[in-house]
């Protein structure tokens, strides 16, 4: 899939939820991110005729949350969805390490070659940042008012991005290199 299309496929919806939270508030902005979240899934089969886990289990959430908040009219479901998902998201990491399993090489295998070693290495990252961003959002989420959360949680968008730019290091030096062909 072509990056930039990758790009707005993953952060479309993000985009959706904040503008129409500044222009219609929470409710809407929740209506909308899960409307969005579904077409994002829809585009990305119709472009890939695949659906990677993150992206199918994220929208899992965004459904169910999305769902109680708007049904009971308390935005504290949209908010907890972050935290819950992040927080799955780093146990099962860090859980499967526990169990001997490097679930990243799963879900990352098949576009990165990488020694045991650094797939261990960027387990424990990934799984520590998920859990540092649940425990963040908690604070946040519950000591501010709801259009600085939104703020926030459209800032972790880059803060993501930067943190896993800064995982390349890391990864360079564990990528394992496809054995050049000789020459004819």
Not at 11 to 24: D, E, R, S, Y
Not at 77 to 97: E, P, Q, R, S, Y
Request: hydrophobic fraction near 60%.
């Amino acid at each position: 899939m072509n990056p930039v299309v990758k790009i707005l496929i993953e952060a479309g919806p993000l985009v959706a939820f904040f503008l129409t939270n500044w222009l219609a508030g929470i409710f809407w902005g929740t209506g909308i991110f899960m409307i969005a979240t579904a077409v994002a899934l829809i585009l990305s089969w119709l472009l890939t005729r695949k659906l990677a886990v993150m992206p199918l289990i994220s929208a899992g959430f965004v459904a169910v949350f999305g769902i109680l908040t708007l049904w009971l009219h308390d935005e504290t479901f949209i908010k907890v969805k972050v935290t819950l998902i992040n927080a799955l998201f780093g146990v099962v990491l860090l859980g499967g390490l526990f169990f001997g399993q490097t679930f990243l090489k799963f879900v990352m295998g098949e576009a990165l070659k990488m020694t045991d070693e650094g797939w261990r290495a960027l387990t424990i990252r990934w799984g520590i940042f998920f859990l540092c961003v649940a425990v963040v959002n908690e604070v946040v989420w519950r000591s501010v008012s709801t259009d600085t959360w939104v703020n926030f949680k459209v800032a972790l968008l880059p803060i993501t991005l930067v943190f896993a730019l800064s995982q390349a290091p890391m990864m360079t030096k564990h990528m394992i290199q496809d054995d050049p062909k000789p020459p004819h």
